[in-house]
Protein backbone atom coordinates (compact mmCIF):
# COMPACT_ATOMS: atom_id res chain seq x y z
CA UNK A 1 0.00 0.00 0.00
CA UNK A 2 1.42 3.67 -0.70
CA UNK A 3 2.43 5.51 1.71
CA UNK A 4 0.55 9.45 1.47
CA UNK A 5 3.00 12.13 2.26
CA UNK A 6 1.90 15.13 3.76
CA UNK A 7 2.77 18.54 2.92
CA UNK A 8 2.13 21.51 4.57
CA UNK A 9 2.14 25.28 3.94
CA UNK A 10 1.94 28.19 6.36
CA UNK A 11 0.43 31.64 5.57
CA UNK A 12 1.86 33.79 8.77
CA UNK A 13 0.20 37.04 9.72
CA UNK A 14 1.82 39.43 12.10
CA UNK A 15 1.14 42.78 13.30
CA UNK A 16 4.32 44.93 13.14
CA UNK A 17 5.09 47.47 15.90
CA UNK A 18 4.42 51.22 15.05
CA UNK A 19 2.80 54.33 16.56
CA UNK A 20 0.26 54.73 13.78
CA UNK A 21 -1.52 52.59 11.78
CA UNK A 22 -0.11 51.90 8.02
CA UNK A 23 -2.11 54.20 6.15
CA UNK A 24 -3.64 56.53 8.62
CA UNK A 25 -2.27 58.42 11.66
CA UNK A 26 -4.91 56.20 13.70
CA UNK A 27 -2.97 54.83 16.38
CA UNK A 28 -1.33 51.64 16.40
CA UNK A 29 -2.34 50.14 19.83
CA UNK A 30 -4.95 49.59 22.66
CA UNK A 31 -7.66 51.63 23.45
CA UNK A 32 -11.14 51.55 24.29
CA UNK A 33 -13.34 49.69 21.49
CA UNK A 34 -14.05 51.55 18.27
CA UNK A 35 -11.74 54.67 19.50
CA UNK A 36 -8.32 54.26 17.31
CA UNK A 37 -9.86 55.07 13.86
CA UNK A 38 -10.34 57.67 11.18
CA UNK A 39 -12.43 58.51 8.35
CA UNK A 40 -9.73 56.93 6.06
CA UNK A 41 -9.59 53.59 8.11
CA UNK A 42 -13.42 53.70 7.59
CA UNK A 43 -12.70 54.03 3.94
CA UNK A 44 -14.78 57.33 3.81
CA UNK A 45 -14.71 58.74 0.16
CA UNK A 46 -12.34 61.13 -0.39
CA UNK A 47 -9.64 59.95 2.01
CA UNK A 48 -6.14 58.84 0.75
CA UNK A 49 -3.87 56.65 2.05
CA UNK A 50 0.04 57.77 3.27
CA UNK A 51 2.49 54.85 3.76
CA UNK A 52 4.11 53.97 6.69
CA UNK A 53 8.02 54.54 6.81
CA UNK A 54 8.64 52.60 10.60
CA UNK A 55 6.60 49.88 8.76
CA UNK A 56 8.34 49.60 5.70
CA UNK A 57 11.29 50.01 7.42
CA UNK A 58 10.26 46.83 10.03
CA UNK A 59 8.85 44.87 7.21
CA UNK A 60 12.65 44.91 4.85
CA UNK A 61 14.18 44.17 7.85
CA UNK A 62 12.01 40.49 8.31
CA UNK A 63 12.86 40.32 4.34
CA UNK A 64 16.11 40.63 4.88
CA UNK A 65 15.92 38.08 7.73
CA UNK A 66 14.11 35.99 6.18
CA UNK A 67 17.26 36.01 3.43
CA UNK A 68 14.47 37.40 0.49
CA UNK A 69 15.42 39.46 -2.37
CA UNK A 70 14.24 42.85 -1.97
CA UNK A 71 12.48 45.39 -4.20
CA UNK A 72 13.71 48.58 -6.14
CA UNK A 73 10.18 50.15 -5.57
CA UNK A 74 7.84 49.95 -2.71
CA UNK A 75 4.15 49.11 -4.71
CA UNK A 76 0.98 48.32 -3.16
CA UNK A 77 -2.31 46.50 -5.03
CA UNK A 78 -6.34 46.04 -4.11
CA UNK A 79 -7.15 42.94 -2.98
CA UNK A 80 -11.32 43.20 -3.43
CA UNK A 81 -13.69 41.33 -1.63
CA UNK A 82 -16.81 41.89 0.63
CA UNK A 83 -17.09 41.18 4.28
CA UNK A 84 -17.82 43.31 7.21
CA UNK A 85 -14.77 43.22 9.09
CA UNK A 86 -13.28 45.41 5.35
CA UNK A 87 -14.61 48.77 5.63
CA UNK A 88 -13.50 49.81 2.49
CA UNK A 89 -14.24 46.84 0.52
CA UNK A 90 -10.74 46.05 -0.28
CA UNK A 91 -7.74 45.62 1.54
CA UNK A 92 -4.43 47.71 -0.02
CA UNK A 93 -1.58 44.60 0.03
CA UNK A 94 1.41 43.84 -2.48
CA UNK A 95 0.52 40.90 -4.76
CA UNK A 96 2.75 41.88 -8.06
CA UNK A 97 5.83 43.25 -6.08
CA UNK A 98 6.05 41.77 -2.24
CA UNK A 99 8.51 42.98 0.01
CA UNK A 100 10.27 40.38 0.30
CA UNK A 101 10.83 37.32 -1.99
CA UNK A 102 12.24 33.45 -2.40
CA UNK A 103 13.71 33.55 1.08
CA UNK A 104 14.61 30.69 3.66
CA UNK A 105 14.39 29.65 7.35
CA UNK A 106 16.48 27.04 8.46
CA UNK A 107 15.91 25.37 11.35
CA UNK A 108 16.39 22.03 13.33
CA UNK A 109 14.61 19.18 13.00
CA UNK A 110 15.65 15.63 14.77
CA UNK A 111 17.32 14.29 11.46
CA UNK A 112 19.36 17.53 10.63
CA UNK A 113 18.88 21.00 9.36
CA UNK A 114 16.42 21.34 6.71
CA UNK A 115 15.82 24.70 4.47
CA UNK A 116 12.00 25.78 4.96
CA UNK A 117 11.73 28.50 1.74
CA UNK A 118 9.83 31.33 1.70
CA UNK A 119 7.59 32.49 -1.69
CA UNK A 120 7.27 36.00 -0.35
CA UNK A 121 6.45 37.94 2.74
CA UNK A 122 4.17 40.98 1.98
CA UNK A 123 3.22 44.01 3.71
CA UNK A 124 -0.62 44.94 3.82
CA UNK A 125 -3.34 46.20 6.18
CA UNK A 126 -5.28 44.47 9.03
CA UNK A 127 -8.55 44.21 9.01
CA UNK A 128 -11.22 44.90 11.94
CA UNK A 129 -11.81 42.34 14.42
CA UNK A 130 -14.88 40.88 15.16
CA UNK A 131 -17.04 38.99 18.17
CA UNK A 132 -19.86 36.66 16.82
CA UNK A 133 -22.66 36.26 19.11
CA UNK A 134 -25.58 34.19 18.81
CA UNK A 135 -27.66 35.75 16.66
CA UNK A 136 -25.49 38.74 15.94
CA UNK A 137 -21.98 39.94 15.60
CA UNK A 138 -19.53 42.95 17.18
CA UNK A 139 -16.96 44.83 15.05
CA UNK A 140 -14.32 46.91 16.70
CA UNK A 141 -12.42 49.07 14.14
CA UNK A 142 -9.94 49.87 16.46
CA UNK A 143 -7.60 46.96 14.40
CA UNK A 144 -8.45 48.22 11.01
CA UNK A 145 -5.47 49.34 9.14
CA UNK A 146 -2.98 48.40 11.97
CA UNK A 147 0.12 47.13 9.64
CA UNK A 148 0.62 43.36 8.86
CA UNK A 149 2.75 41.22 7.45
CA UNK A 150 2.39 38.39 5.59
CA UNK A 151 4.87 35.81 4.75
CA UNK A 152 4.42 33.10 3.09
CA UNK A 153 6.04 29.79 3.14
CA UNK A 154 6.39 27.20 -0.48
CA UNK A 155 4.72 23.83 0.48
CA UNK A 156 7.82 22.30 1.61
CA UNK A 157 7.01 21.51 5.52
CA UNK A 158 5.97 17.65 5.89
CA UNK A 159 5.30 16.87 9.80
CA UNK A 160 3.40 19.06 12.46
CA UNK A 161 7.00 18.96 14.35
CA UNK A 162 8.77 20.95 11.16
CA UNK A 163 5.85 23.29 11.12
CA UNK A 164 5.94 24.50 14.48
CA UNK A 165 9.82 24.39 14.59
CA UNK A 166 9.52 27.05 11.72
CA UNK A 167 6.88 29.13 13.42
CA UNK A 168 8.67 29.31 16.60
CA UNK A 169 11.84 30.29 14.36
CA UNK A 170 9.69 33.04 12.84
CA UNK A 171 8.54 34.54 16.09
CA UNK A 172 11.52 34.36 17.00
CA UNK A 173 12.88 36.72 14.14
CA UNK A 174 10.10 39.09 14.85
CA UNK A 175 11.37 39.47 18.38
CA UNK A 176 14.52 39.19 17.67
CA UNK A 177 14.24 42.25 15.31
CA UNK A 178 11.67 44.10 17.59
CA UNK A 179 9.63 44.24 14.54
CA UNK A 180 6.47 42.77 16.74
CA UNK A 181 5.47 41.45 19.79
CA UNK A 182 4.18 38.54 18.42
CA UNK A 183 1.75 37.41 21.27
CA UNK A 184 -0.75 34.99 20.13
CA UNK A 185 -2.86 35.69 22.77
CA UNK A 186 -3.53 39.24 21.42
CA UNK A 187 -4.16 38.23 17.81
CA UNK A 188 -0.33 39.36 16.61
CA UNK A 189 0.12 36.56 15.02
CA UNK A 190 -2.32 33.94 13.36
CA UNK A 191 -1.57 31.27 11.11
CA UNK A 192 -3.27 29.95 7.71
CA UNK A 193 -2.55 25.94 7.55
CA UNK A 194 -2.81 24.52 4.23
CA UNK A 195 -2.34 20.55 4.45
CA UNK A 196 -2.60 17.94 0.99
CA UNK A 197 -0.93 14.44 1.00
CA UNK A 198 0.49 13.08 -1.97
CA UNK A 199 1.87 9.79 -2.58
CA UNK A 200 4.82 8.58 -1.57
CA UNK A 201 6.02 7.78 -5.20
CA UNK A 202 3.99 11.15 -7.10
CA UNK A 203 5.71 14.14 -7.67
CA UNK A 204 2.32 15.77 -8.04
CA UNK A 205 1.06 17.50 -4.89
CA UNK A 206 -2.64 16.23 -3.43
CA UNK A 207 -5.15 18.53 -3.31
CA UNK A 208 -4.70 21.19 -0.38
CA UNK A 209 -7.64 21.76 2.31
CA UNK A 210 -6.88 25.14 3.91
CA UNK A 211 -7.74 26.41 7.90
CA UNK A 212 -7.53 29.65 8.79
CA UNK A 213 -7.00 32.32 11.38
CA UNK A 214 -5.99 29.66 14.11
CA UNK A 215 -4.44 31.76 17.47
CA UNK A 216 -1.81 29.68 18.84
CA UNK A 217 0.90 26.93 17.98
CA UNK A 218 -0.37 24.29 20.25
CA UNK A 219 -3.53 24.85 17.82
CA UNK A 220 -1.44 24.52 14.79
CA UNK A 221 -0.20 21.63 16.09
CA UNK A 222 -3.74 20.05 16.36
CA UNK A 223 -5.14 20.93 13.60
CA UNK A 224 -2.13 19.54 11.39
CA UNK A 225 -2.49 16.14 12.67
CA UNK A 226 -6.06 15.88 12.84
CA UNK A 227 -6.09 17.04 9.18
CA UNK A 228 -3.50 14.68 7.89
CA UNK A 229 -5.85 11.82 9.62
CA UNK A 230 -8.77 13.19 8.23
CA UNK A 231 -7.34 13.26 4.43
CA UNK A 232 -6.13 9.47 5.00
CA UNK A 233 -9.05 8.07 5.87
CA UNK A 234 -10.89 10.01 3.15
CA UNK A 235 -8.20 8.71 0.53
CA UNK A 236 -7.87 5.24 1.86
CA UNK A 237 -11.48 4.79 1.83
CA UNK A 238 -11.40 5.90 -1.86
CA UNK A 239 -12.73 9.47 -1.56
CA UNK A 240 -11.59 12.18 -2.64
CA UNK A 241 -10.35 15.41 -1.04
CA UNK A 242 -12.43 18.68 -2.02
CA UNK A 243 -10.19 22.05 -2.25
CA UNK A 244 -12.40 24.12 0.31
CA UNK A 245 -11.44 26.53 3.63
CA UNK A 246 -12.10 24.87 6.41
CA UNK A 247 -12.16 25.82 10.69
CA UNK A 248 -10.26 23.69 13.31
CA UNK A 249 -12.59 23.32 15.63
CA UNK A 250 -10.99 22.48 19.52
CA UNK A 251 -13.50 21.19 21.05
CA UNK A 252 -14.36 18.62 18.42
CA UNK A 253 -10.95 17.69 17.41
CA UNK A 254 -11.57 18.20 13.90
CA UNK A 255 -11.93 20.89 11.32
CA UNK A 256 -15.21 21.63 9.74
CA UNK A 257 -16.36 22.72 6.37
CA UNK A 258 -16.75 26.83 5.89
CA UNK A 259 -16.66 27.58 2.40
CA UNK A 260 -15.11 26.12 -1.41
CA UNK A 261 -11.74 27.88 -1.80
CA UNK A 262 -11.50 31.03 -3.65
CA UNK A 263 -8.63 31.34 -5.98
CA UNK A 264 -6.30 34.37 -5.80
CA UNK A 265 -7.58 35.70 -9.46
CA UNK A 266 -11.10 35.94 -7.92
CA UNK A 267 -9.95 39.13 -5.64
CA UNK A 268 -9.28 40.74 -8.76
CA UNK A 269 -6.18 42.06 -7.74
CA UNK A 270 -4.94 45.66 -9.42
CA UNK A 271 -2.58 48.23 -8.90
CA UNK A 272 -3.49 50.72 -5.72
CA UNK A 273 -3.73 54.06 -7.72
CA UNK A 274 -3.83 56.20 -4.96
CA UNK A 275 -0.27 55.36 -3.57
CA UNK A 276 2.48 55.77 -6.25
CA UNK A 277 5.49 53.59 -6.99
CA UNK A 278 7.97 54.55 -3.97
CA UNK A 279 11.40 54.46 -4.93
CA UNK A 280 13.69 52.83 -2.03
CA UNK A 281 16.53 53.94 -2.48
CA UNK A 282 20.05 52.64 -1.65
CA UNK A 283 21.01 54.19 1.14
CA UNK A 284 17.51 53.47 3.01
CA UNK A 285 18.14 49.68 2.22
CA UNK A 286 21.99 49.60 3.21
CA UNK A 287 20.94 51.62 6.68
CA UNK A 288 18.20 48.72 7.72
CA UNK A 289 21.06 46.03 6.48
CA UNK A 290 23.23 47.48 8.80
CA UNK A 291 20.44 47.40 11.54
CA UNK A 292 20.20 43.50 11.81
CA UNK A 293 21.56 41.55 14.49
CA UNK A 294 22.99 38.37 14.90
CA UNK A 295 19.85 35.86 14.70
CA UNK A 296 18.90 33.40 16.70
CA UNK A 297 19.67 30.19 14.92
CA UNK A 298 23.34 31.87 13.65
CA UNK A 299 23.88 32.49 17.58
CA UNK A 300 22.86 28.78 18.66
CA UNK A 301 25.29 27.65 16.39
CA UNK A 302 28.33 29.36 17.26
CA UNK A 303 27.45 28.86 20.94
CA UNK A 304 27.29 24.81 20.03
CA UNK A 305 30.13 24.96 17.45
CA UNK A 306 33.16 27.47 19.07
CA UNK A 307 31.97 27.92 22.46
CA UNK A 308 30.71 24.15 23.09
CA UNK A 309 28.03 24.64 24.56
CA UNK A 310 25.55 21.90 24.65
CA UNK A 311 22.38 22.06 22.51
CA UNK A 312 19.69 22.69 25.09
CA UNK A 313 21.40 24.85 26.86
CA UNK A 314 22.24 26.65 23.76
CA UNK A 315 18.56 26.70 22.87
CA UNK A 316 17.76 28.01 26.22
CA UNK A 317 19.69 30.65 25.44
CA UNK A 318 19.13 31.74 22.32
CA UNK A 319 15.55 31.62 22.61
CA UNK A 320 15.10 35.03 24.16
CA UNK A 321 17.08 37.49 22.62
CA UNK A 322 17.20 39.65 25.98
CA UNK A 323 19.16 36.35 27.59
CA UNK A 324 21.24 35.96 24.75
CA UNK A 325 22.57 39.49 24.81
CA UNK A 326 23.21 39.23 28.47
CA UNK A 327 25.11 36.28 28.27
CA UNK A 328 27.06 37.66 25.29
CA UNK A 329 27.68 40.48 26.93
CA UNK A 330 29.02 39.09 30.18
CA UNK A 331 31.34 36.30 27.70
CA UNK A 332 32.31 39.68 26.37
CA UNK A 333 34.72 40.35 29.68
CA UNK A 334 36.27 37.12 29.29
CA UNK A 335 34.49 34.55 31.82
CA UNK A 336 34.67 30.99 30.29
CA UNK A 337 31.62 30.46 27.71
CA UNK A 338 30.53 27.24 29.01
CA UNK A 339 30.92 27.84 32.08
CA UNK A 340 28.74 30.80 31.99
CA UNK A 341 25.99 29.43 30.14
CA UNK A 342 26.22 27.04 33.51
CA UNK A 343 25.57 29.29 35.85
CA UNK A 344 22.96 31.36 33.50
CA UNK A 345 20.91 27.91 33.14
CA UNK A 346 21.75 25.66 35.42
CA UNK A 347 21.17 28.57 38.44
CA UNK A 348 19.98 31.82 37.43
CA UNK A 349 16.98 31.31 35.17
CA UNK A 350 16.33 28.10 37.79
CA UNK A 351 16.22 30.86 40.57
CA UNK A 352 14.00 33.78 38.20
CA UNK A 353 11.28 31.09 37.71
CA UNK A 354 10.90 29.94 41.36
CA UNK A 355 11.07 33.75 42.49
CA UNK A 356 8.64 35.02 39.55
CA UNK A 357 11.87 37.22 38.49
CA UNK A 358 12.30 38.43 35.07
CA UNK A 359 16.24 38.99 33.28
CA UNK A 360 15.06 42.95 34.12
CA UNK A 361 15.31 42.08 37.92
CA UNK A 362 18.43 40.97 37.93
CA UNK A 363 20.88 43.92 38.43
CA UNK A 364 24.34 42.19 38.59
CA UNK A 365 25.96 44.15 36.05
CA UNK A 366 27.81 41.60 33.21
CA UNK A 367 31.39 42.93 33.97
CA UNK A 368 30.78 41.79 37.84
CA UNK A 369 28.95 38.89 37.04
CA UNK A 370 32.25 37.99 34.33
CA UNK A 371 34.40 38.45 37.37
CA UNK A 372 32.73 35.76 39.58
CA UNK A 373 32.43 33.18 37.15
CA UNK A 374 36.29 33.50 36.09
CA UNK A 375 37.20 33.69 40.07
CA UNK A 376 34.90 30.28 39.89
CA UNK A 377 37.15 28.97 36.49
CA UNK A 378 40.09 29.19 38.29
CA UNK A 379 39.28 27.30 41.45
CA UNK A 380 39.35 30.35 43.73
CA UNK A 381 35.73 29.85 44.73
CA UNK A 382 33.31 26.92 44.70
CA UNK A 383 30.46 26.56 42.45
CA UNK A 384 28.17 27.05 45.45
CA UNK A 385 30.35 29.67 46.66
CA UNK A 386 29.78 31.24 43.13
CA UNK A 387 25.86 30.67 43.35
CA UNK A 388 25.62 31.80 47.07
CA UNK A 389 27.39 35.34 45.77
CA UNK A 390 24.60 35.86 43.30
CA UNK A 391 21.54 34.84 45.19
CA UNK A 392 22.52 37.26 48.15
CA UNK A 393 23.44 39.89 45.69
CA UNK A 394 20.02 39.31 44.12
CA UNK A 395 17.88 39.28 47.91
CA UNK A 396 19.53 42.41 49.16
CA UNK A 397 20.63 44.55 46.33
CA UNK A 398 24.29 44.17 46.78
CA UNK A 399 27.30 44.14 44.53
CA UNK A 400 28.42 41.18 43.96
CA UNK A 401 32.74 41.66 44.37
CA UNK A 402 31.62 42.95 47.94
CA UNK A 403 29.87 39.84 49.11
CA UNK A 404 32.65 37.80 46.80
CA UNK A 405 35.32 39.49 49.28
CA UNK A 406 33.18 39.37 52.40
CA UNK A 407 32.75 35.85 51.88
CA UNK A 408 36.52 34.78 51.42
CA UNK A 409 38.11 33.02 48.62
CA UNK A 410 37.92 28.74 47.95
CA UNK A 411 40.21 26.95 50.21
CA UNK A 412 42.94 24.77 47.94
CA UNK A 413 45.24 24.20 50.58
CA UNK A 414 45.48 20.35 50.56
CA UNK A 415 47.14 20.11 54.64
CA UNK A 416 44.10 22.70 55.70
CA UNK A 417 41.61 20.95 53.48
CA UNK A 418 42.90 17.49 55.83
CA UNK A 419 43.22 19.04 58.82
CA UNK A 420 39.07 20.13 58.43
CA UNK A 421 38.28 16.31 57.62
CA UNK A 422 39.95 15.17 60.36
CA UNK A 423 38.20 17.53 62.55
CA UNK A 424 34.99 15.80 61.09
CA UNK A 425 36.06 12.79 61.43
CA UNK A 426 36.81 13.27 65.27
CA UNK A 427 33.13 14.74 65.31
CA UNK A 428 31.13 12.19 64.01
CA UNK A 429 32.92 9.19 65.23
CA UNK A 430 29.01 6.86 65.06
CA UNK A 431 29.88 7.95 60.68
CA UNK A 432 33.89 6.05 60.86
CA UNK A 433 32.52 3.41 62.36
CA UNK A 434 30.14 2.86 59.67
CA UNK A 435 32.81 3.51 56.87
CA UNK A 436 34.45 0.70 58.65
CA UNK A 437 32.12 -1.70 59.02
CA UNK A 438 31.58 -1.33 55.33
CA UNK A 439 28.91 1.23 54.42
CA UNK A 440 28.92 3.59 51.88
CA UNK A 441 29.52 7.23 53.79
CA UNK A 442 31.53 9.26 51.51
CA UNK A 443 28.95 11.56 49.91
CA UNK A 444 27.68 12.03 53.92
CA UNK A 445 30.72 12.95 55.09
CA UNK A 446 31.43 15.10 52.35
CA UNK A 447 28.70 17.05 53.15
CA UNK A 448 29.19 17.36 56.49
CA UNK A 449 32.58 18.95 55.26
CA UNK A 450 30.62 21.01 52.94
CA UNK A 451 28.52 22.71 55.82
CA UNK A 452 31.24 22.92 58.46
CA UNK A 453 33.04 24.92 55.45
CA UNK A 454 30.50 26.94 54.51
CA UNK A 455 30.69 25.30 51.09
CA UNK A 456 34.04 26.65 50.78
CA UNK A 457 36.55 24.02 50.42
CA UNK A 458 37.78 22.88 47.00
CA UNK A 459 35.29 19.97 45.85
CA UNK A 460 38.21 18.01 43.67
CA UNK A 461 41.19 18.87 45.99
CA UNK A 462 38.39 17.47 48.96
CA UNK A 463 37.28 14.15 47.24
CA UNK A 464 41.28 13.25 46.57
CA UNK A 465 42.39 14.06 50.43
CA UNK A 466 39.25 12.62 51.64
CA UNK A 467 39.75 9.59 49.40
CA UNK A 468 43.43 9.51 50.59
CA UNK A 469 42.52 10.03 54.74
CA UNK A 470 39.53 7.08 54.45
CA UNK A 471 41.98 4.50 53.42
CA UNK A 472 44.30 5.20 56.44
CA UNK A 473 41.46 4.62 58.56
Do not use: W
Request: glycine share 6%; hydrophobic share 35%.
Amino acid sequence: MSKYVPVIGLEVHSELKSNSKNFSSSKNGEGEVNTNLCPLDLGYPGTLPVVNKEAVRKSLMVAMALNCNVPEKLCFDRKNYYYPDLPKGYQITQFGSPIGVHGYVMIDTDSGPKKISIQDTHLEEDTANMDHMSTYSLIDYNRAGVPLLETVTDPCINSADEAILFLEAYRNILLYLDASDARADLGQIRVDVNVSLKREEDSKLGTRVEMKNINSFKTVREAIISEIDRQTKILESGGVIEQETRRYDENLGTSVFMRSKVDAVDYKYYRESNIPEIKLRDSFIDSVKNCLPILEYERRHKYIDVYGIGKVDAYTLTKDKKLSDYFEKIISYGSNPVDTSNMIVGFLLGYMNKNFLSLEDIKINEDDFSSVIKMMSDGKISNKQAKDIFTKAIEEDKNVMDIAKEMGSQISDKEEIRRIINEVFSENTKVIEDYKNGKNVNGFIMGLIMKKTSGKVNPGITNMVLKEELEKL
